[in-house]
């Protein structure tokens, strides 16, 4: 089963936004679930409580039985925001929930991992989804609280990046959190794209990005 969370910069989106990916791994044969998460002014660490939630909610017998589920082969995809999100989850950074031992595969499409690079517009985003000016020392000093980039372990469950070259996500957070996962041990996929697609858009703008994406999923969770 996959969980996708959708992005919006934490202020806006739905989860209807992944609807056309929801649909495309359905019929590659997946039962897929785009949940709804709070937004702001709801602070973080609130956003990922909430897929946690979302996830062990999906698990339990009843829509197991419901759905058909593999409850023991999950499949974690977020986009923008929400592949922030995602990554804070199964990297577990404290006080974030501890994450289902049953994610095996984590897809993250334009997100921010690390207070690097950021445009002023990110800067903006980051700091009201923390509610800390990410550009002073006092806030950079809760970076290793913040940031999934800082909390990876070997155990962590296989992911692929994806980013384009030129777009809101600054391409070197998705290169520095993979090079992050590599020194650790985790098996990783970086996945660069030509222009300015962001998020779940950059899976339309590359005849090969979806393909390669269902793949990295068959390969994990199959």
């Known amino acids: 089963m996959l ?21 495309a791994t359905a019929q590659h044969g997946y039962a897929a679930f785009s949940v709804d998460y709070r937004l702001l002014p709801t602070r973080w660490p609130a956003q990922v409580d909430d897929v946690s939630s979302a996830i062990d909610w999906i698990s339990r017998p009843a829509q197991v039985a419901r759905f058909h589920l593999d409850p023991t082969r999950i499949g974690l995809v977020g986009a923008s925001a929400g592949a922030t999100i995602a990554a804070q989850l199964v990297t577990h950074s404290p006080p974030t929930p501890v994450p289902s031992p049953h994610i095996r595969a984590v ?26 000016d990410v550009t002073t020392p006092a806030c950079a000093q809760r970076a290793r609280v913040i940031y999934a980039g800082n909390w990876v372990r070997s155990t962590d469950p296989p992911m692929f990046i994806v980013n384009s070259t030129d777009e809101l996500a600054p391409l070197g957070q998705a290169q520095r959190f993979a090079a992050t996962l590599t020194a650790h041990g985790v098996p990783n996929r970086l996945l660069v794209v030509p222009g300015t697609s962001h998020a779940e858009a950059v899976l339309n703008s590359d005849p090969a990005a979806l393909p390669d994406l269902l793949a990295f999923l068959d390969g994990a969770l199959r």
Not at 3 to 23: E, I, K, M, Q, T
Request: overall charge negative; hydrophobic content about 40%; glycine content about 14%.
């Open 3 to 23: 969980v996708l969370v959708h992005g919006g910069s934490f202020s806006g989106g739905r989860a209807a936004d992944l609807d056309f990916l929801c649909r």
């Open 107 to 132: 897809a993250l499409l334009s997100g921010v991992y690390a207070p690097i690079g950021l445009s002023s517009t990110l800067t903006d985003v980051e700091t009201r989804y923390f509610g800390c």
